[in-house]
């Protein structure tokens, strides 16, 4: 299986699938226009075959790519028997918030035989995000890259590399993922955990009955190759390495940083880093392993195992190298539990925060937020058999509130005026209950159920201290928000000291990003401007706890100019 490079001749064949219109404007850029076919076909991994949802038959399925002010329109015709909807995963979605795709807060979903388009402008953005369904579990197969080139004119602020590559991890399940969560969300239990991850849709040799599907990246000697990295792993933060290279981290989730050179780097679900890999200036003689395997800090089960792609060097001309059995270098990732590099990582994340690419950290705070995240439990309904703690059923929840999902969409209820028995505008802007998040749990970890939002002025100033429970077990949760980037300005270990903690806060050049990890009994402190009318929902990328509720949701409300308001709905909004 060789890769795809964006630069490569298949590049035009590949876009047969979908039309460019190129409604050329010298500000904007163009409009481009791409179709979605959700259909089933059978895949074979592990040696099963099951029948998956996926787009235009293509697993993952196919990236999208833009300029930095395009505008997309992204029809998806629904033809499985599912609900499905798309989300454009760090996409700002400014004054388009009814394209954002999260099933139920700001659509709902794509019913069978239906279809809908979605329609934004990429505006500030440039780097890789992806895309990805947004409900249930669908997500596990319905995945691909977004690759927002800069606009035309405007190099990277970095050397331009030889070719560029997304490389897109996911996880694979050889049951149906929608039966392994339906059948937790029965029990109350843990769900199954996956039979393998994939390195663009591919496990590699260190799996059964795999060593045909293996990703191979072939490369020539002394050139610099973009590795455009995605995790779209359901469950799992990872860890990735190529043995004997040291990889340049230049961009995550689609904002430069400061240079830095790492053997090794950790990605949580729902984020993306751009890396340059500088080939060997000349022939290796030699392959070696791209690997990446979990960084685990719960105490339930997951998939121990590791995915293997290979780095291949072409070998030079009239060589007798092809012929002949090369060594294949491993490379040597942390330990699973290795919370010390998960830290010291994260804290070499700085802004570029150049003339060019300011940090635009908001330096007053208009409104203070204090958000517990973690486990908790709810009761086991009765005359039946519950399989979470001490016969409960698992629960996930922010500031103990485990969010329901309402049956119609939340950003309708808040624009038409419907709210009444959909939501509340009365989400805790810190624990109704304080404890001692980090130290010996609560006896009660019951949590309370509900459909609670925070309401946000337009253009209010946000600080938002997320802390980590040992409810259950203390546990790194990666917090995804939509409709904005946020600064990380902080983070610590034990529990947060609101009169000693900001002392320490980076306000200068703090890293940009739309998903953070919390720390594993810790905590992490962001900002973010609310200058996005809409309905924003916030929650963790491990999908397990987003079905057990560890969610909730944000509404920012119109500012007084035109362009400071969400516009109406489209004529073909999906209806509940």
């Known amino acids: 299986m060789g890769v795809f490079l964006l630069s490569s001749p298949a590049f035009l064949v590949f876009f047969s699938f979908f039309t460019f219109c190129l409604l050329v404007d010298p500000v904007l850029g163009i409009t481009r226009h791409y179709k979605f076919d959700v259909k089933l076909h059978n895949v074979t991994r592990l040696c099963h075959t099951r029948s998956i949802v996926s787009v235009n038959g293509q697993f993952p399925g196919p990236r999208i790519v833009a300029r930095e002010g395009d505008q997309l329109l992204i029809k998806v015709v629904n033809h499985v028997p599912n609900n499905v909807s798309i989300h454009w995963h760090g996409i700002r979605q400014l004054q388009s918030g009814w394209a954002d795709g999260p099933a139920y807060v700001t659509q709902c979903p794509i019913q069978t035989g239906q279809s809908y388009v979605y329609n934004f ?31 035309r004119g405007i190099p990277y602020p970095f050397a331009k ?25 029965q029990t109350g239990g843990g769900p199954n955990v996956s039979d ?16 045909k599907d293996t990703f191979k990246l072939k490369v020539k000697p002394g050139k610099n190759y973009l590795l455009r990295l995605v995790n779209a792993a359901l469950n799992d933060e990872l860890f990735f390495s190529i043995a004997n290279h040291t990889l340049t981290v230049v961009d995550v989730d689609a904002v430069y940083v400061k ?25 290796p003689n030699a392959t070696f ?3 990446a395997r979990p960084y685990v800090t719960g105490q339930g089960t997951f998939d121990n195992s590791t995915v293997a792609g290979i780095l291949e060097y072409e070998s030079p001309p009239n060589s007798l190298h092809s012929s002949i059995m090369l060594p294949l270098f491993k490379p040597i990732l942390p330990a699973l539990n290795d919370t010390s590099f998960a830290t010291k990582f994260a804290s070499k994340l700085r802004s570029l925060a150049s003339a060019q690419y300011p940090a635009n950290v908001p330096q007053k705070v208009d409104n203070h ?27 996930a929840s922010v500031n103990n509130v485990s969010f329901a999902m309402p049956t119609t969409a939340l950003l309708q209820a808040h624009f038409f005026g419907q709210s009444n028995g959909v939501y509340t505008p009365d989400f805790p802007s810190s624990p109704i209950t304080p404890f001692n998040y980090t130290g010996s ?5 019951m949590v309370s159920n509900g459909t609670k939002l925070v309401v946000l002025p337009f253009n209010t100033s946000v600080e938002l201290v997320m802390q980590d429970t040992n409810i259950l077990g203390a546990e790194s949760h990666p917090l995804h928000l939509h409709g904005f980037n946020f600064f990380i300005i902080g983070q610590g270990f034990g529990n947060f000291d609101p009169n000693k903690d900001p002392a320490k806060f980076n306000l200068i050049d703090p890293v940009e990003r739309n998903t953070v990890g919390v720390p594993s009994g810790g905590w992490v402190a962001i900002r ?21 509720g560890l969610k909730m949701a944000w509404i920012v409300l119109d500012g007084e100019l035109p362009t400071q308001k969400l516009l109406p709905p489209p004529a073909d909004l999906p209806k509940c």
């Open 528 to 548: 973010f401007l609310a200058d996005n009318p809409g309905v924003w929902f916030m929650h963790c990328h491990l999908e397990v706890h987003t079905s057990w």
């Open 121 to 151: 402008t990429i505006i500030g953005q440039r780097g890789t995000l992806f895309w990805h369904a947004h409900i249930s579990w669908l997500r596990a197969t319905l995945y691909g890259p977004i690759i927002i080139l800069p606009k």
């Open 259 to 283: 240079p830095f050179e790492t053997e090794t780097l950790l990605i949580t679900p729902g984020q993306t880093t751009n890396v340059i890999l500088k080939t060997k200036p000349s022939y």
């Open 289 to 291: 392993f791209m690997t």
């Open 441 to 445: 749990p609560p006896n009660n970890t």
């Open 369 to 395: 937020f204090f958000f517990t995240v973690g486990l908790g439990t709810s009761p086991c309904q009765h005359n039946q058999t519950c399989q979470g703690p001490n016969g409960t059923k698992f629960a």
């Open 161 to 185: 590399p030889y070719k560029e590559v997304p490389i897109v991890f996911g996880e694979w399940f050889n049951a149906d993922p929608e039966a392994v969560i339906s059948q937790a969300l």
């Open 196 to 211: 393998a991850y994939t390195i663009n849709g591919l496990p590699g040799p260190l799996y059964n009955c795999s060593a």
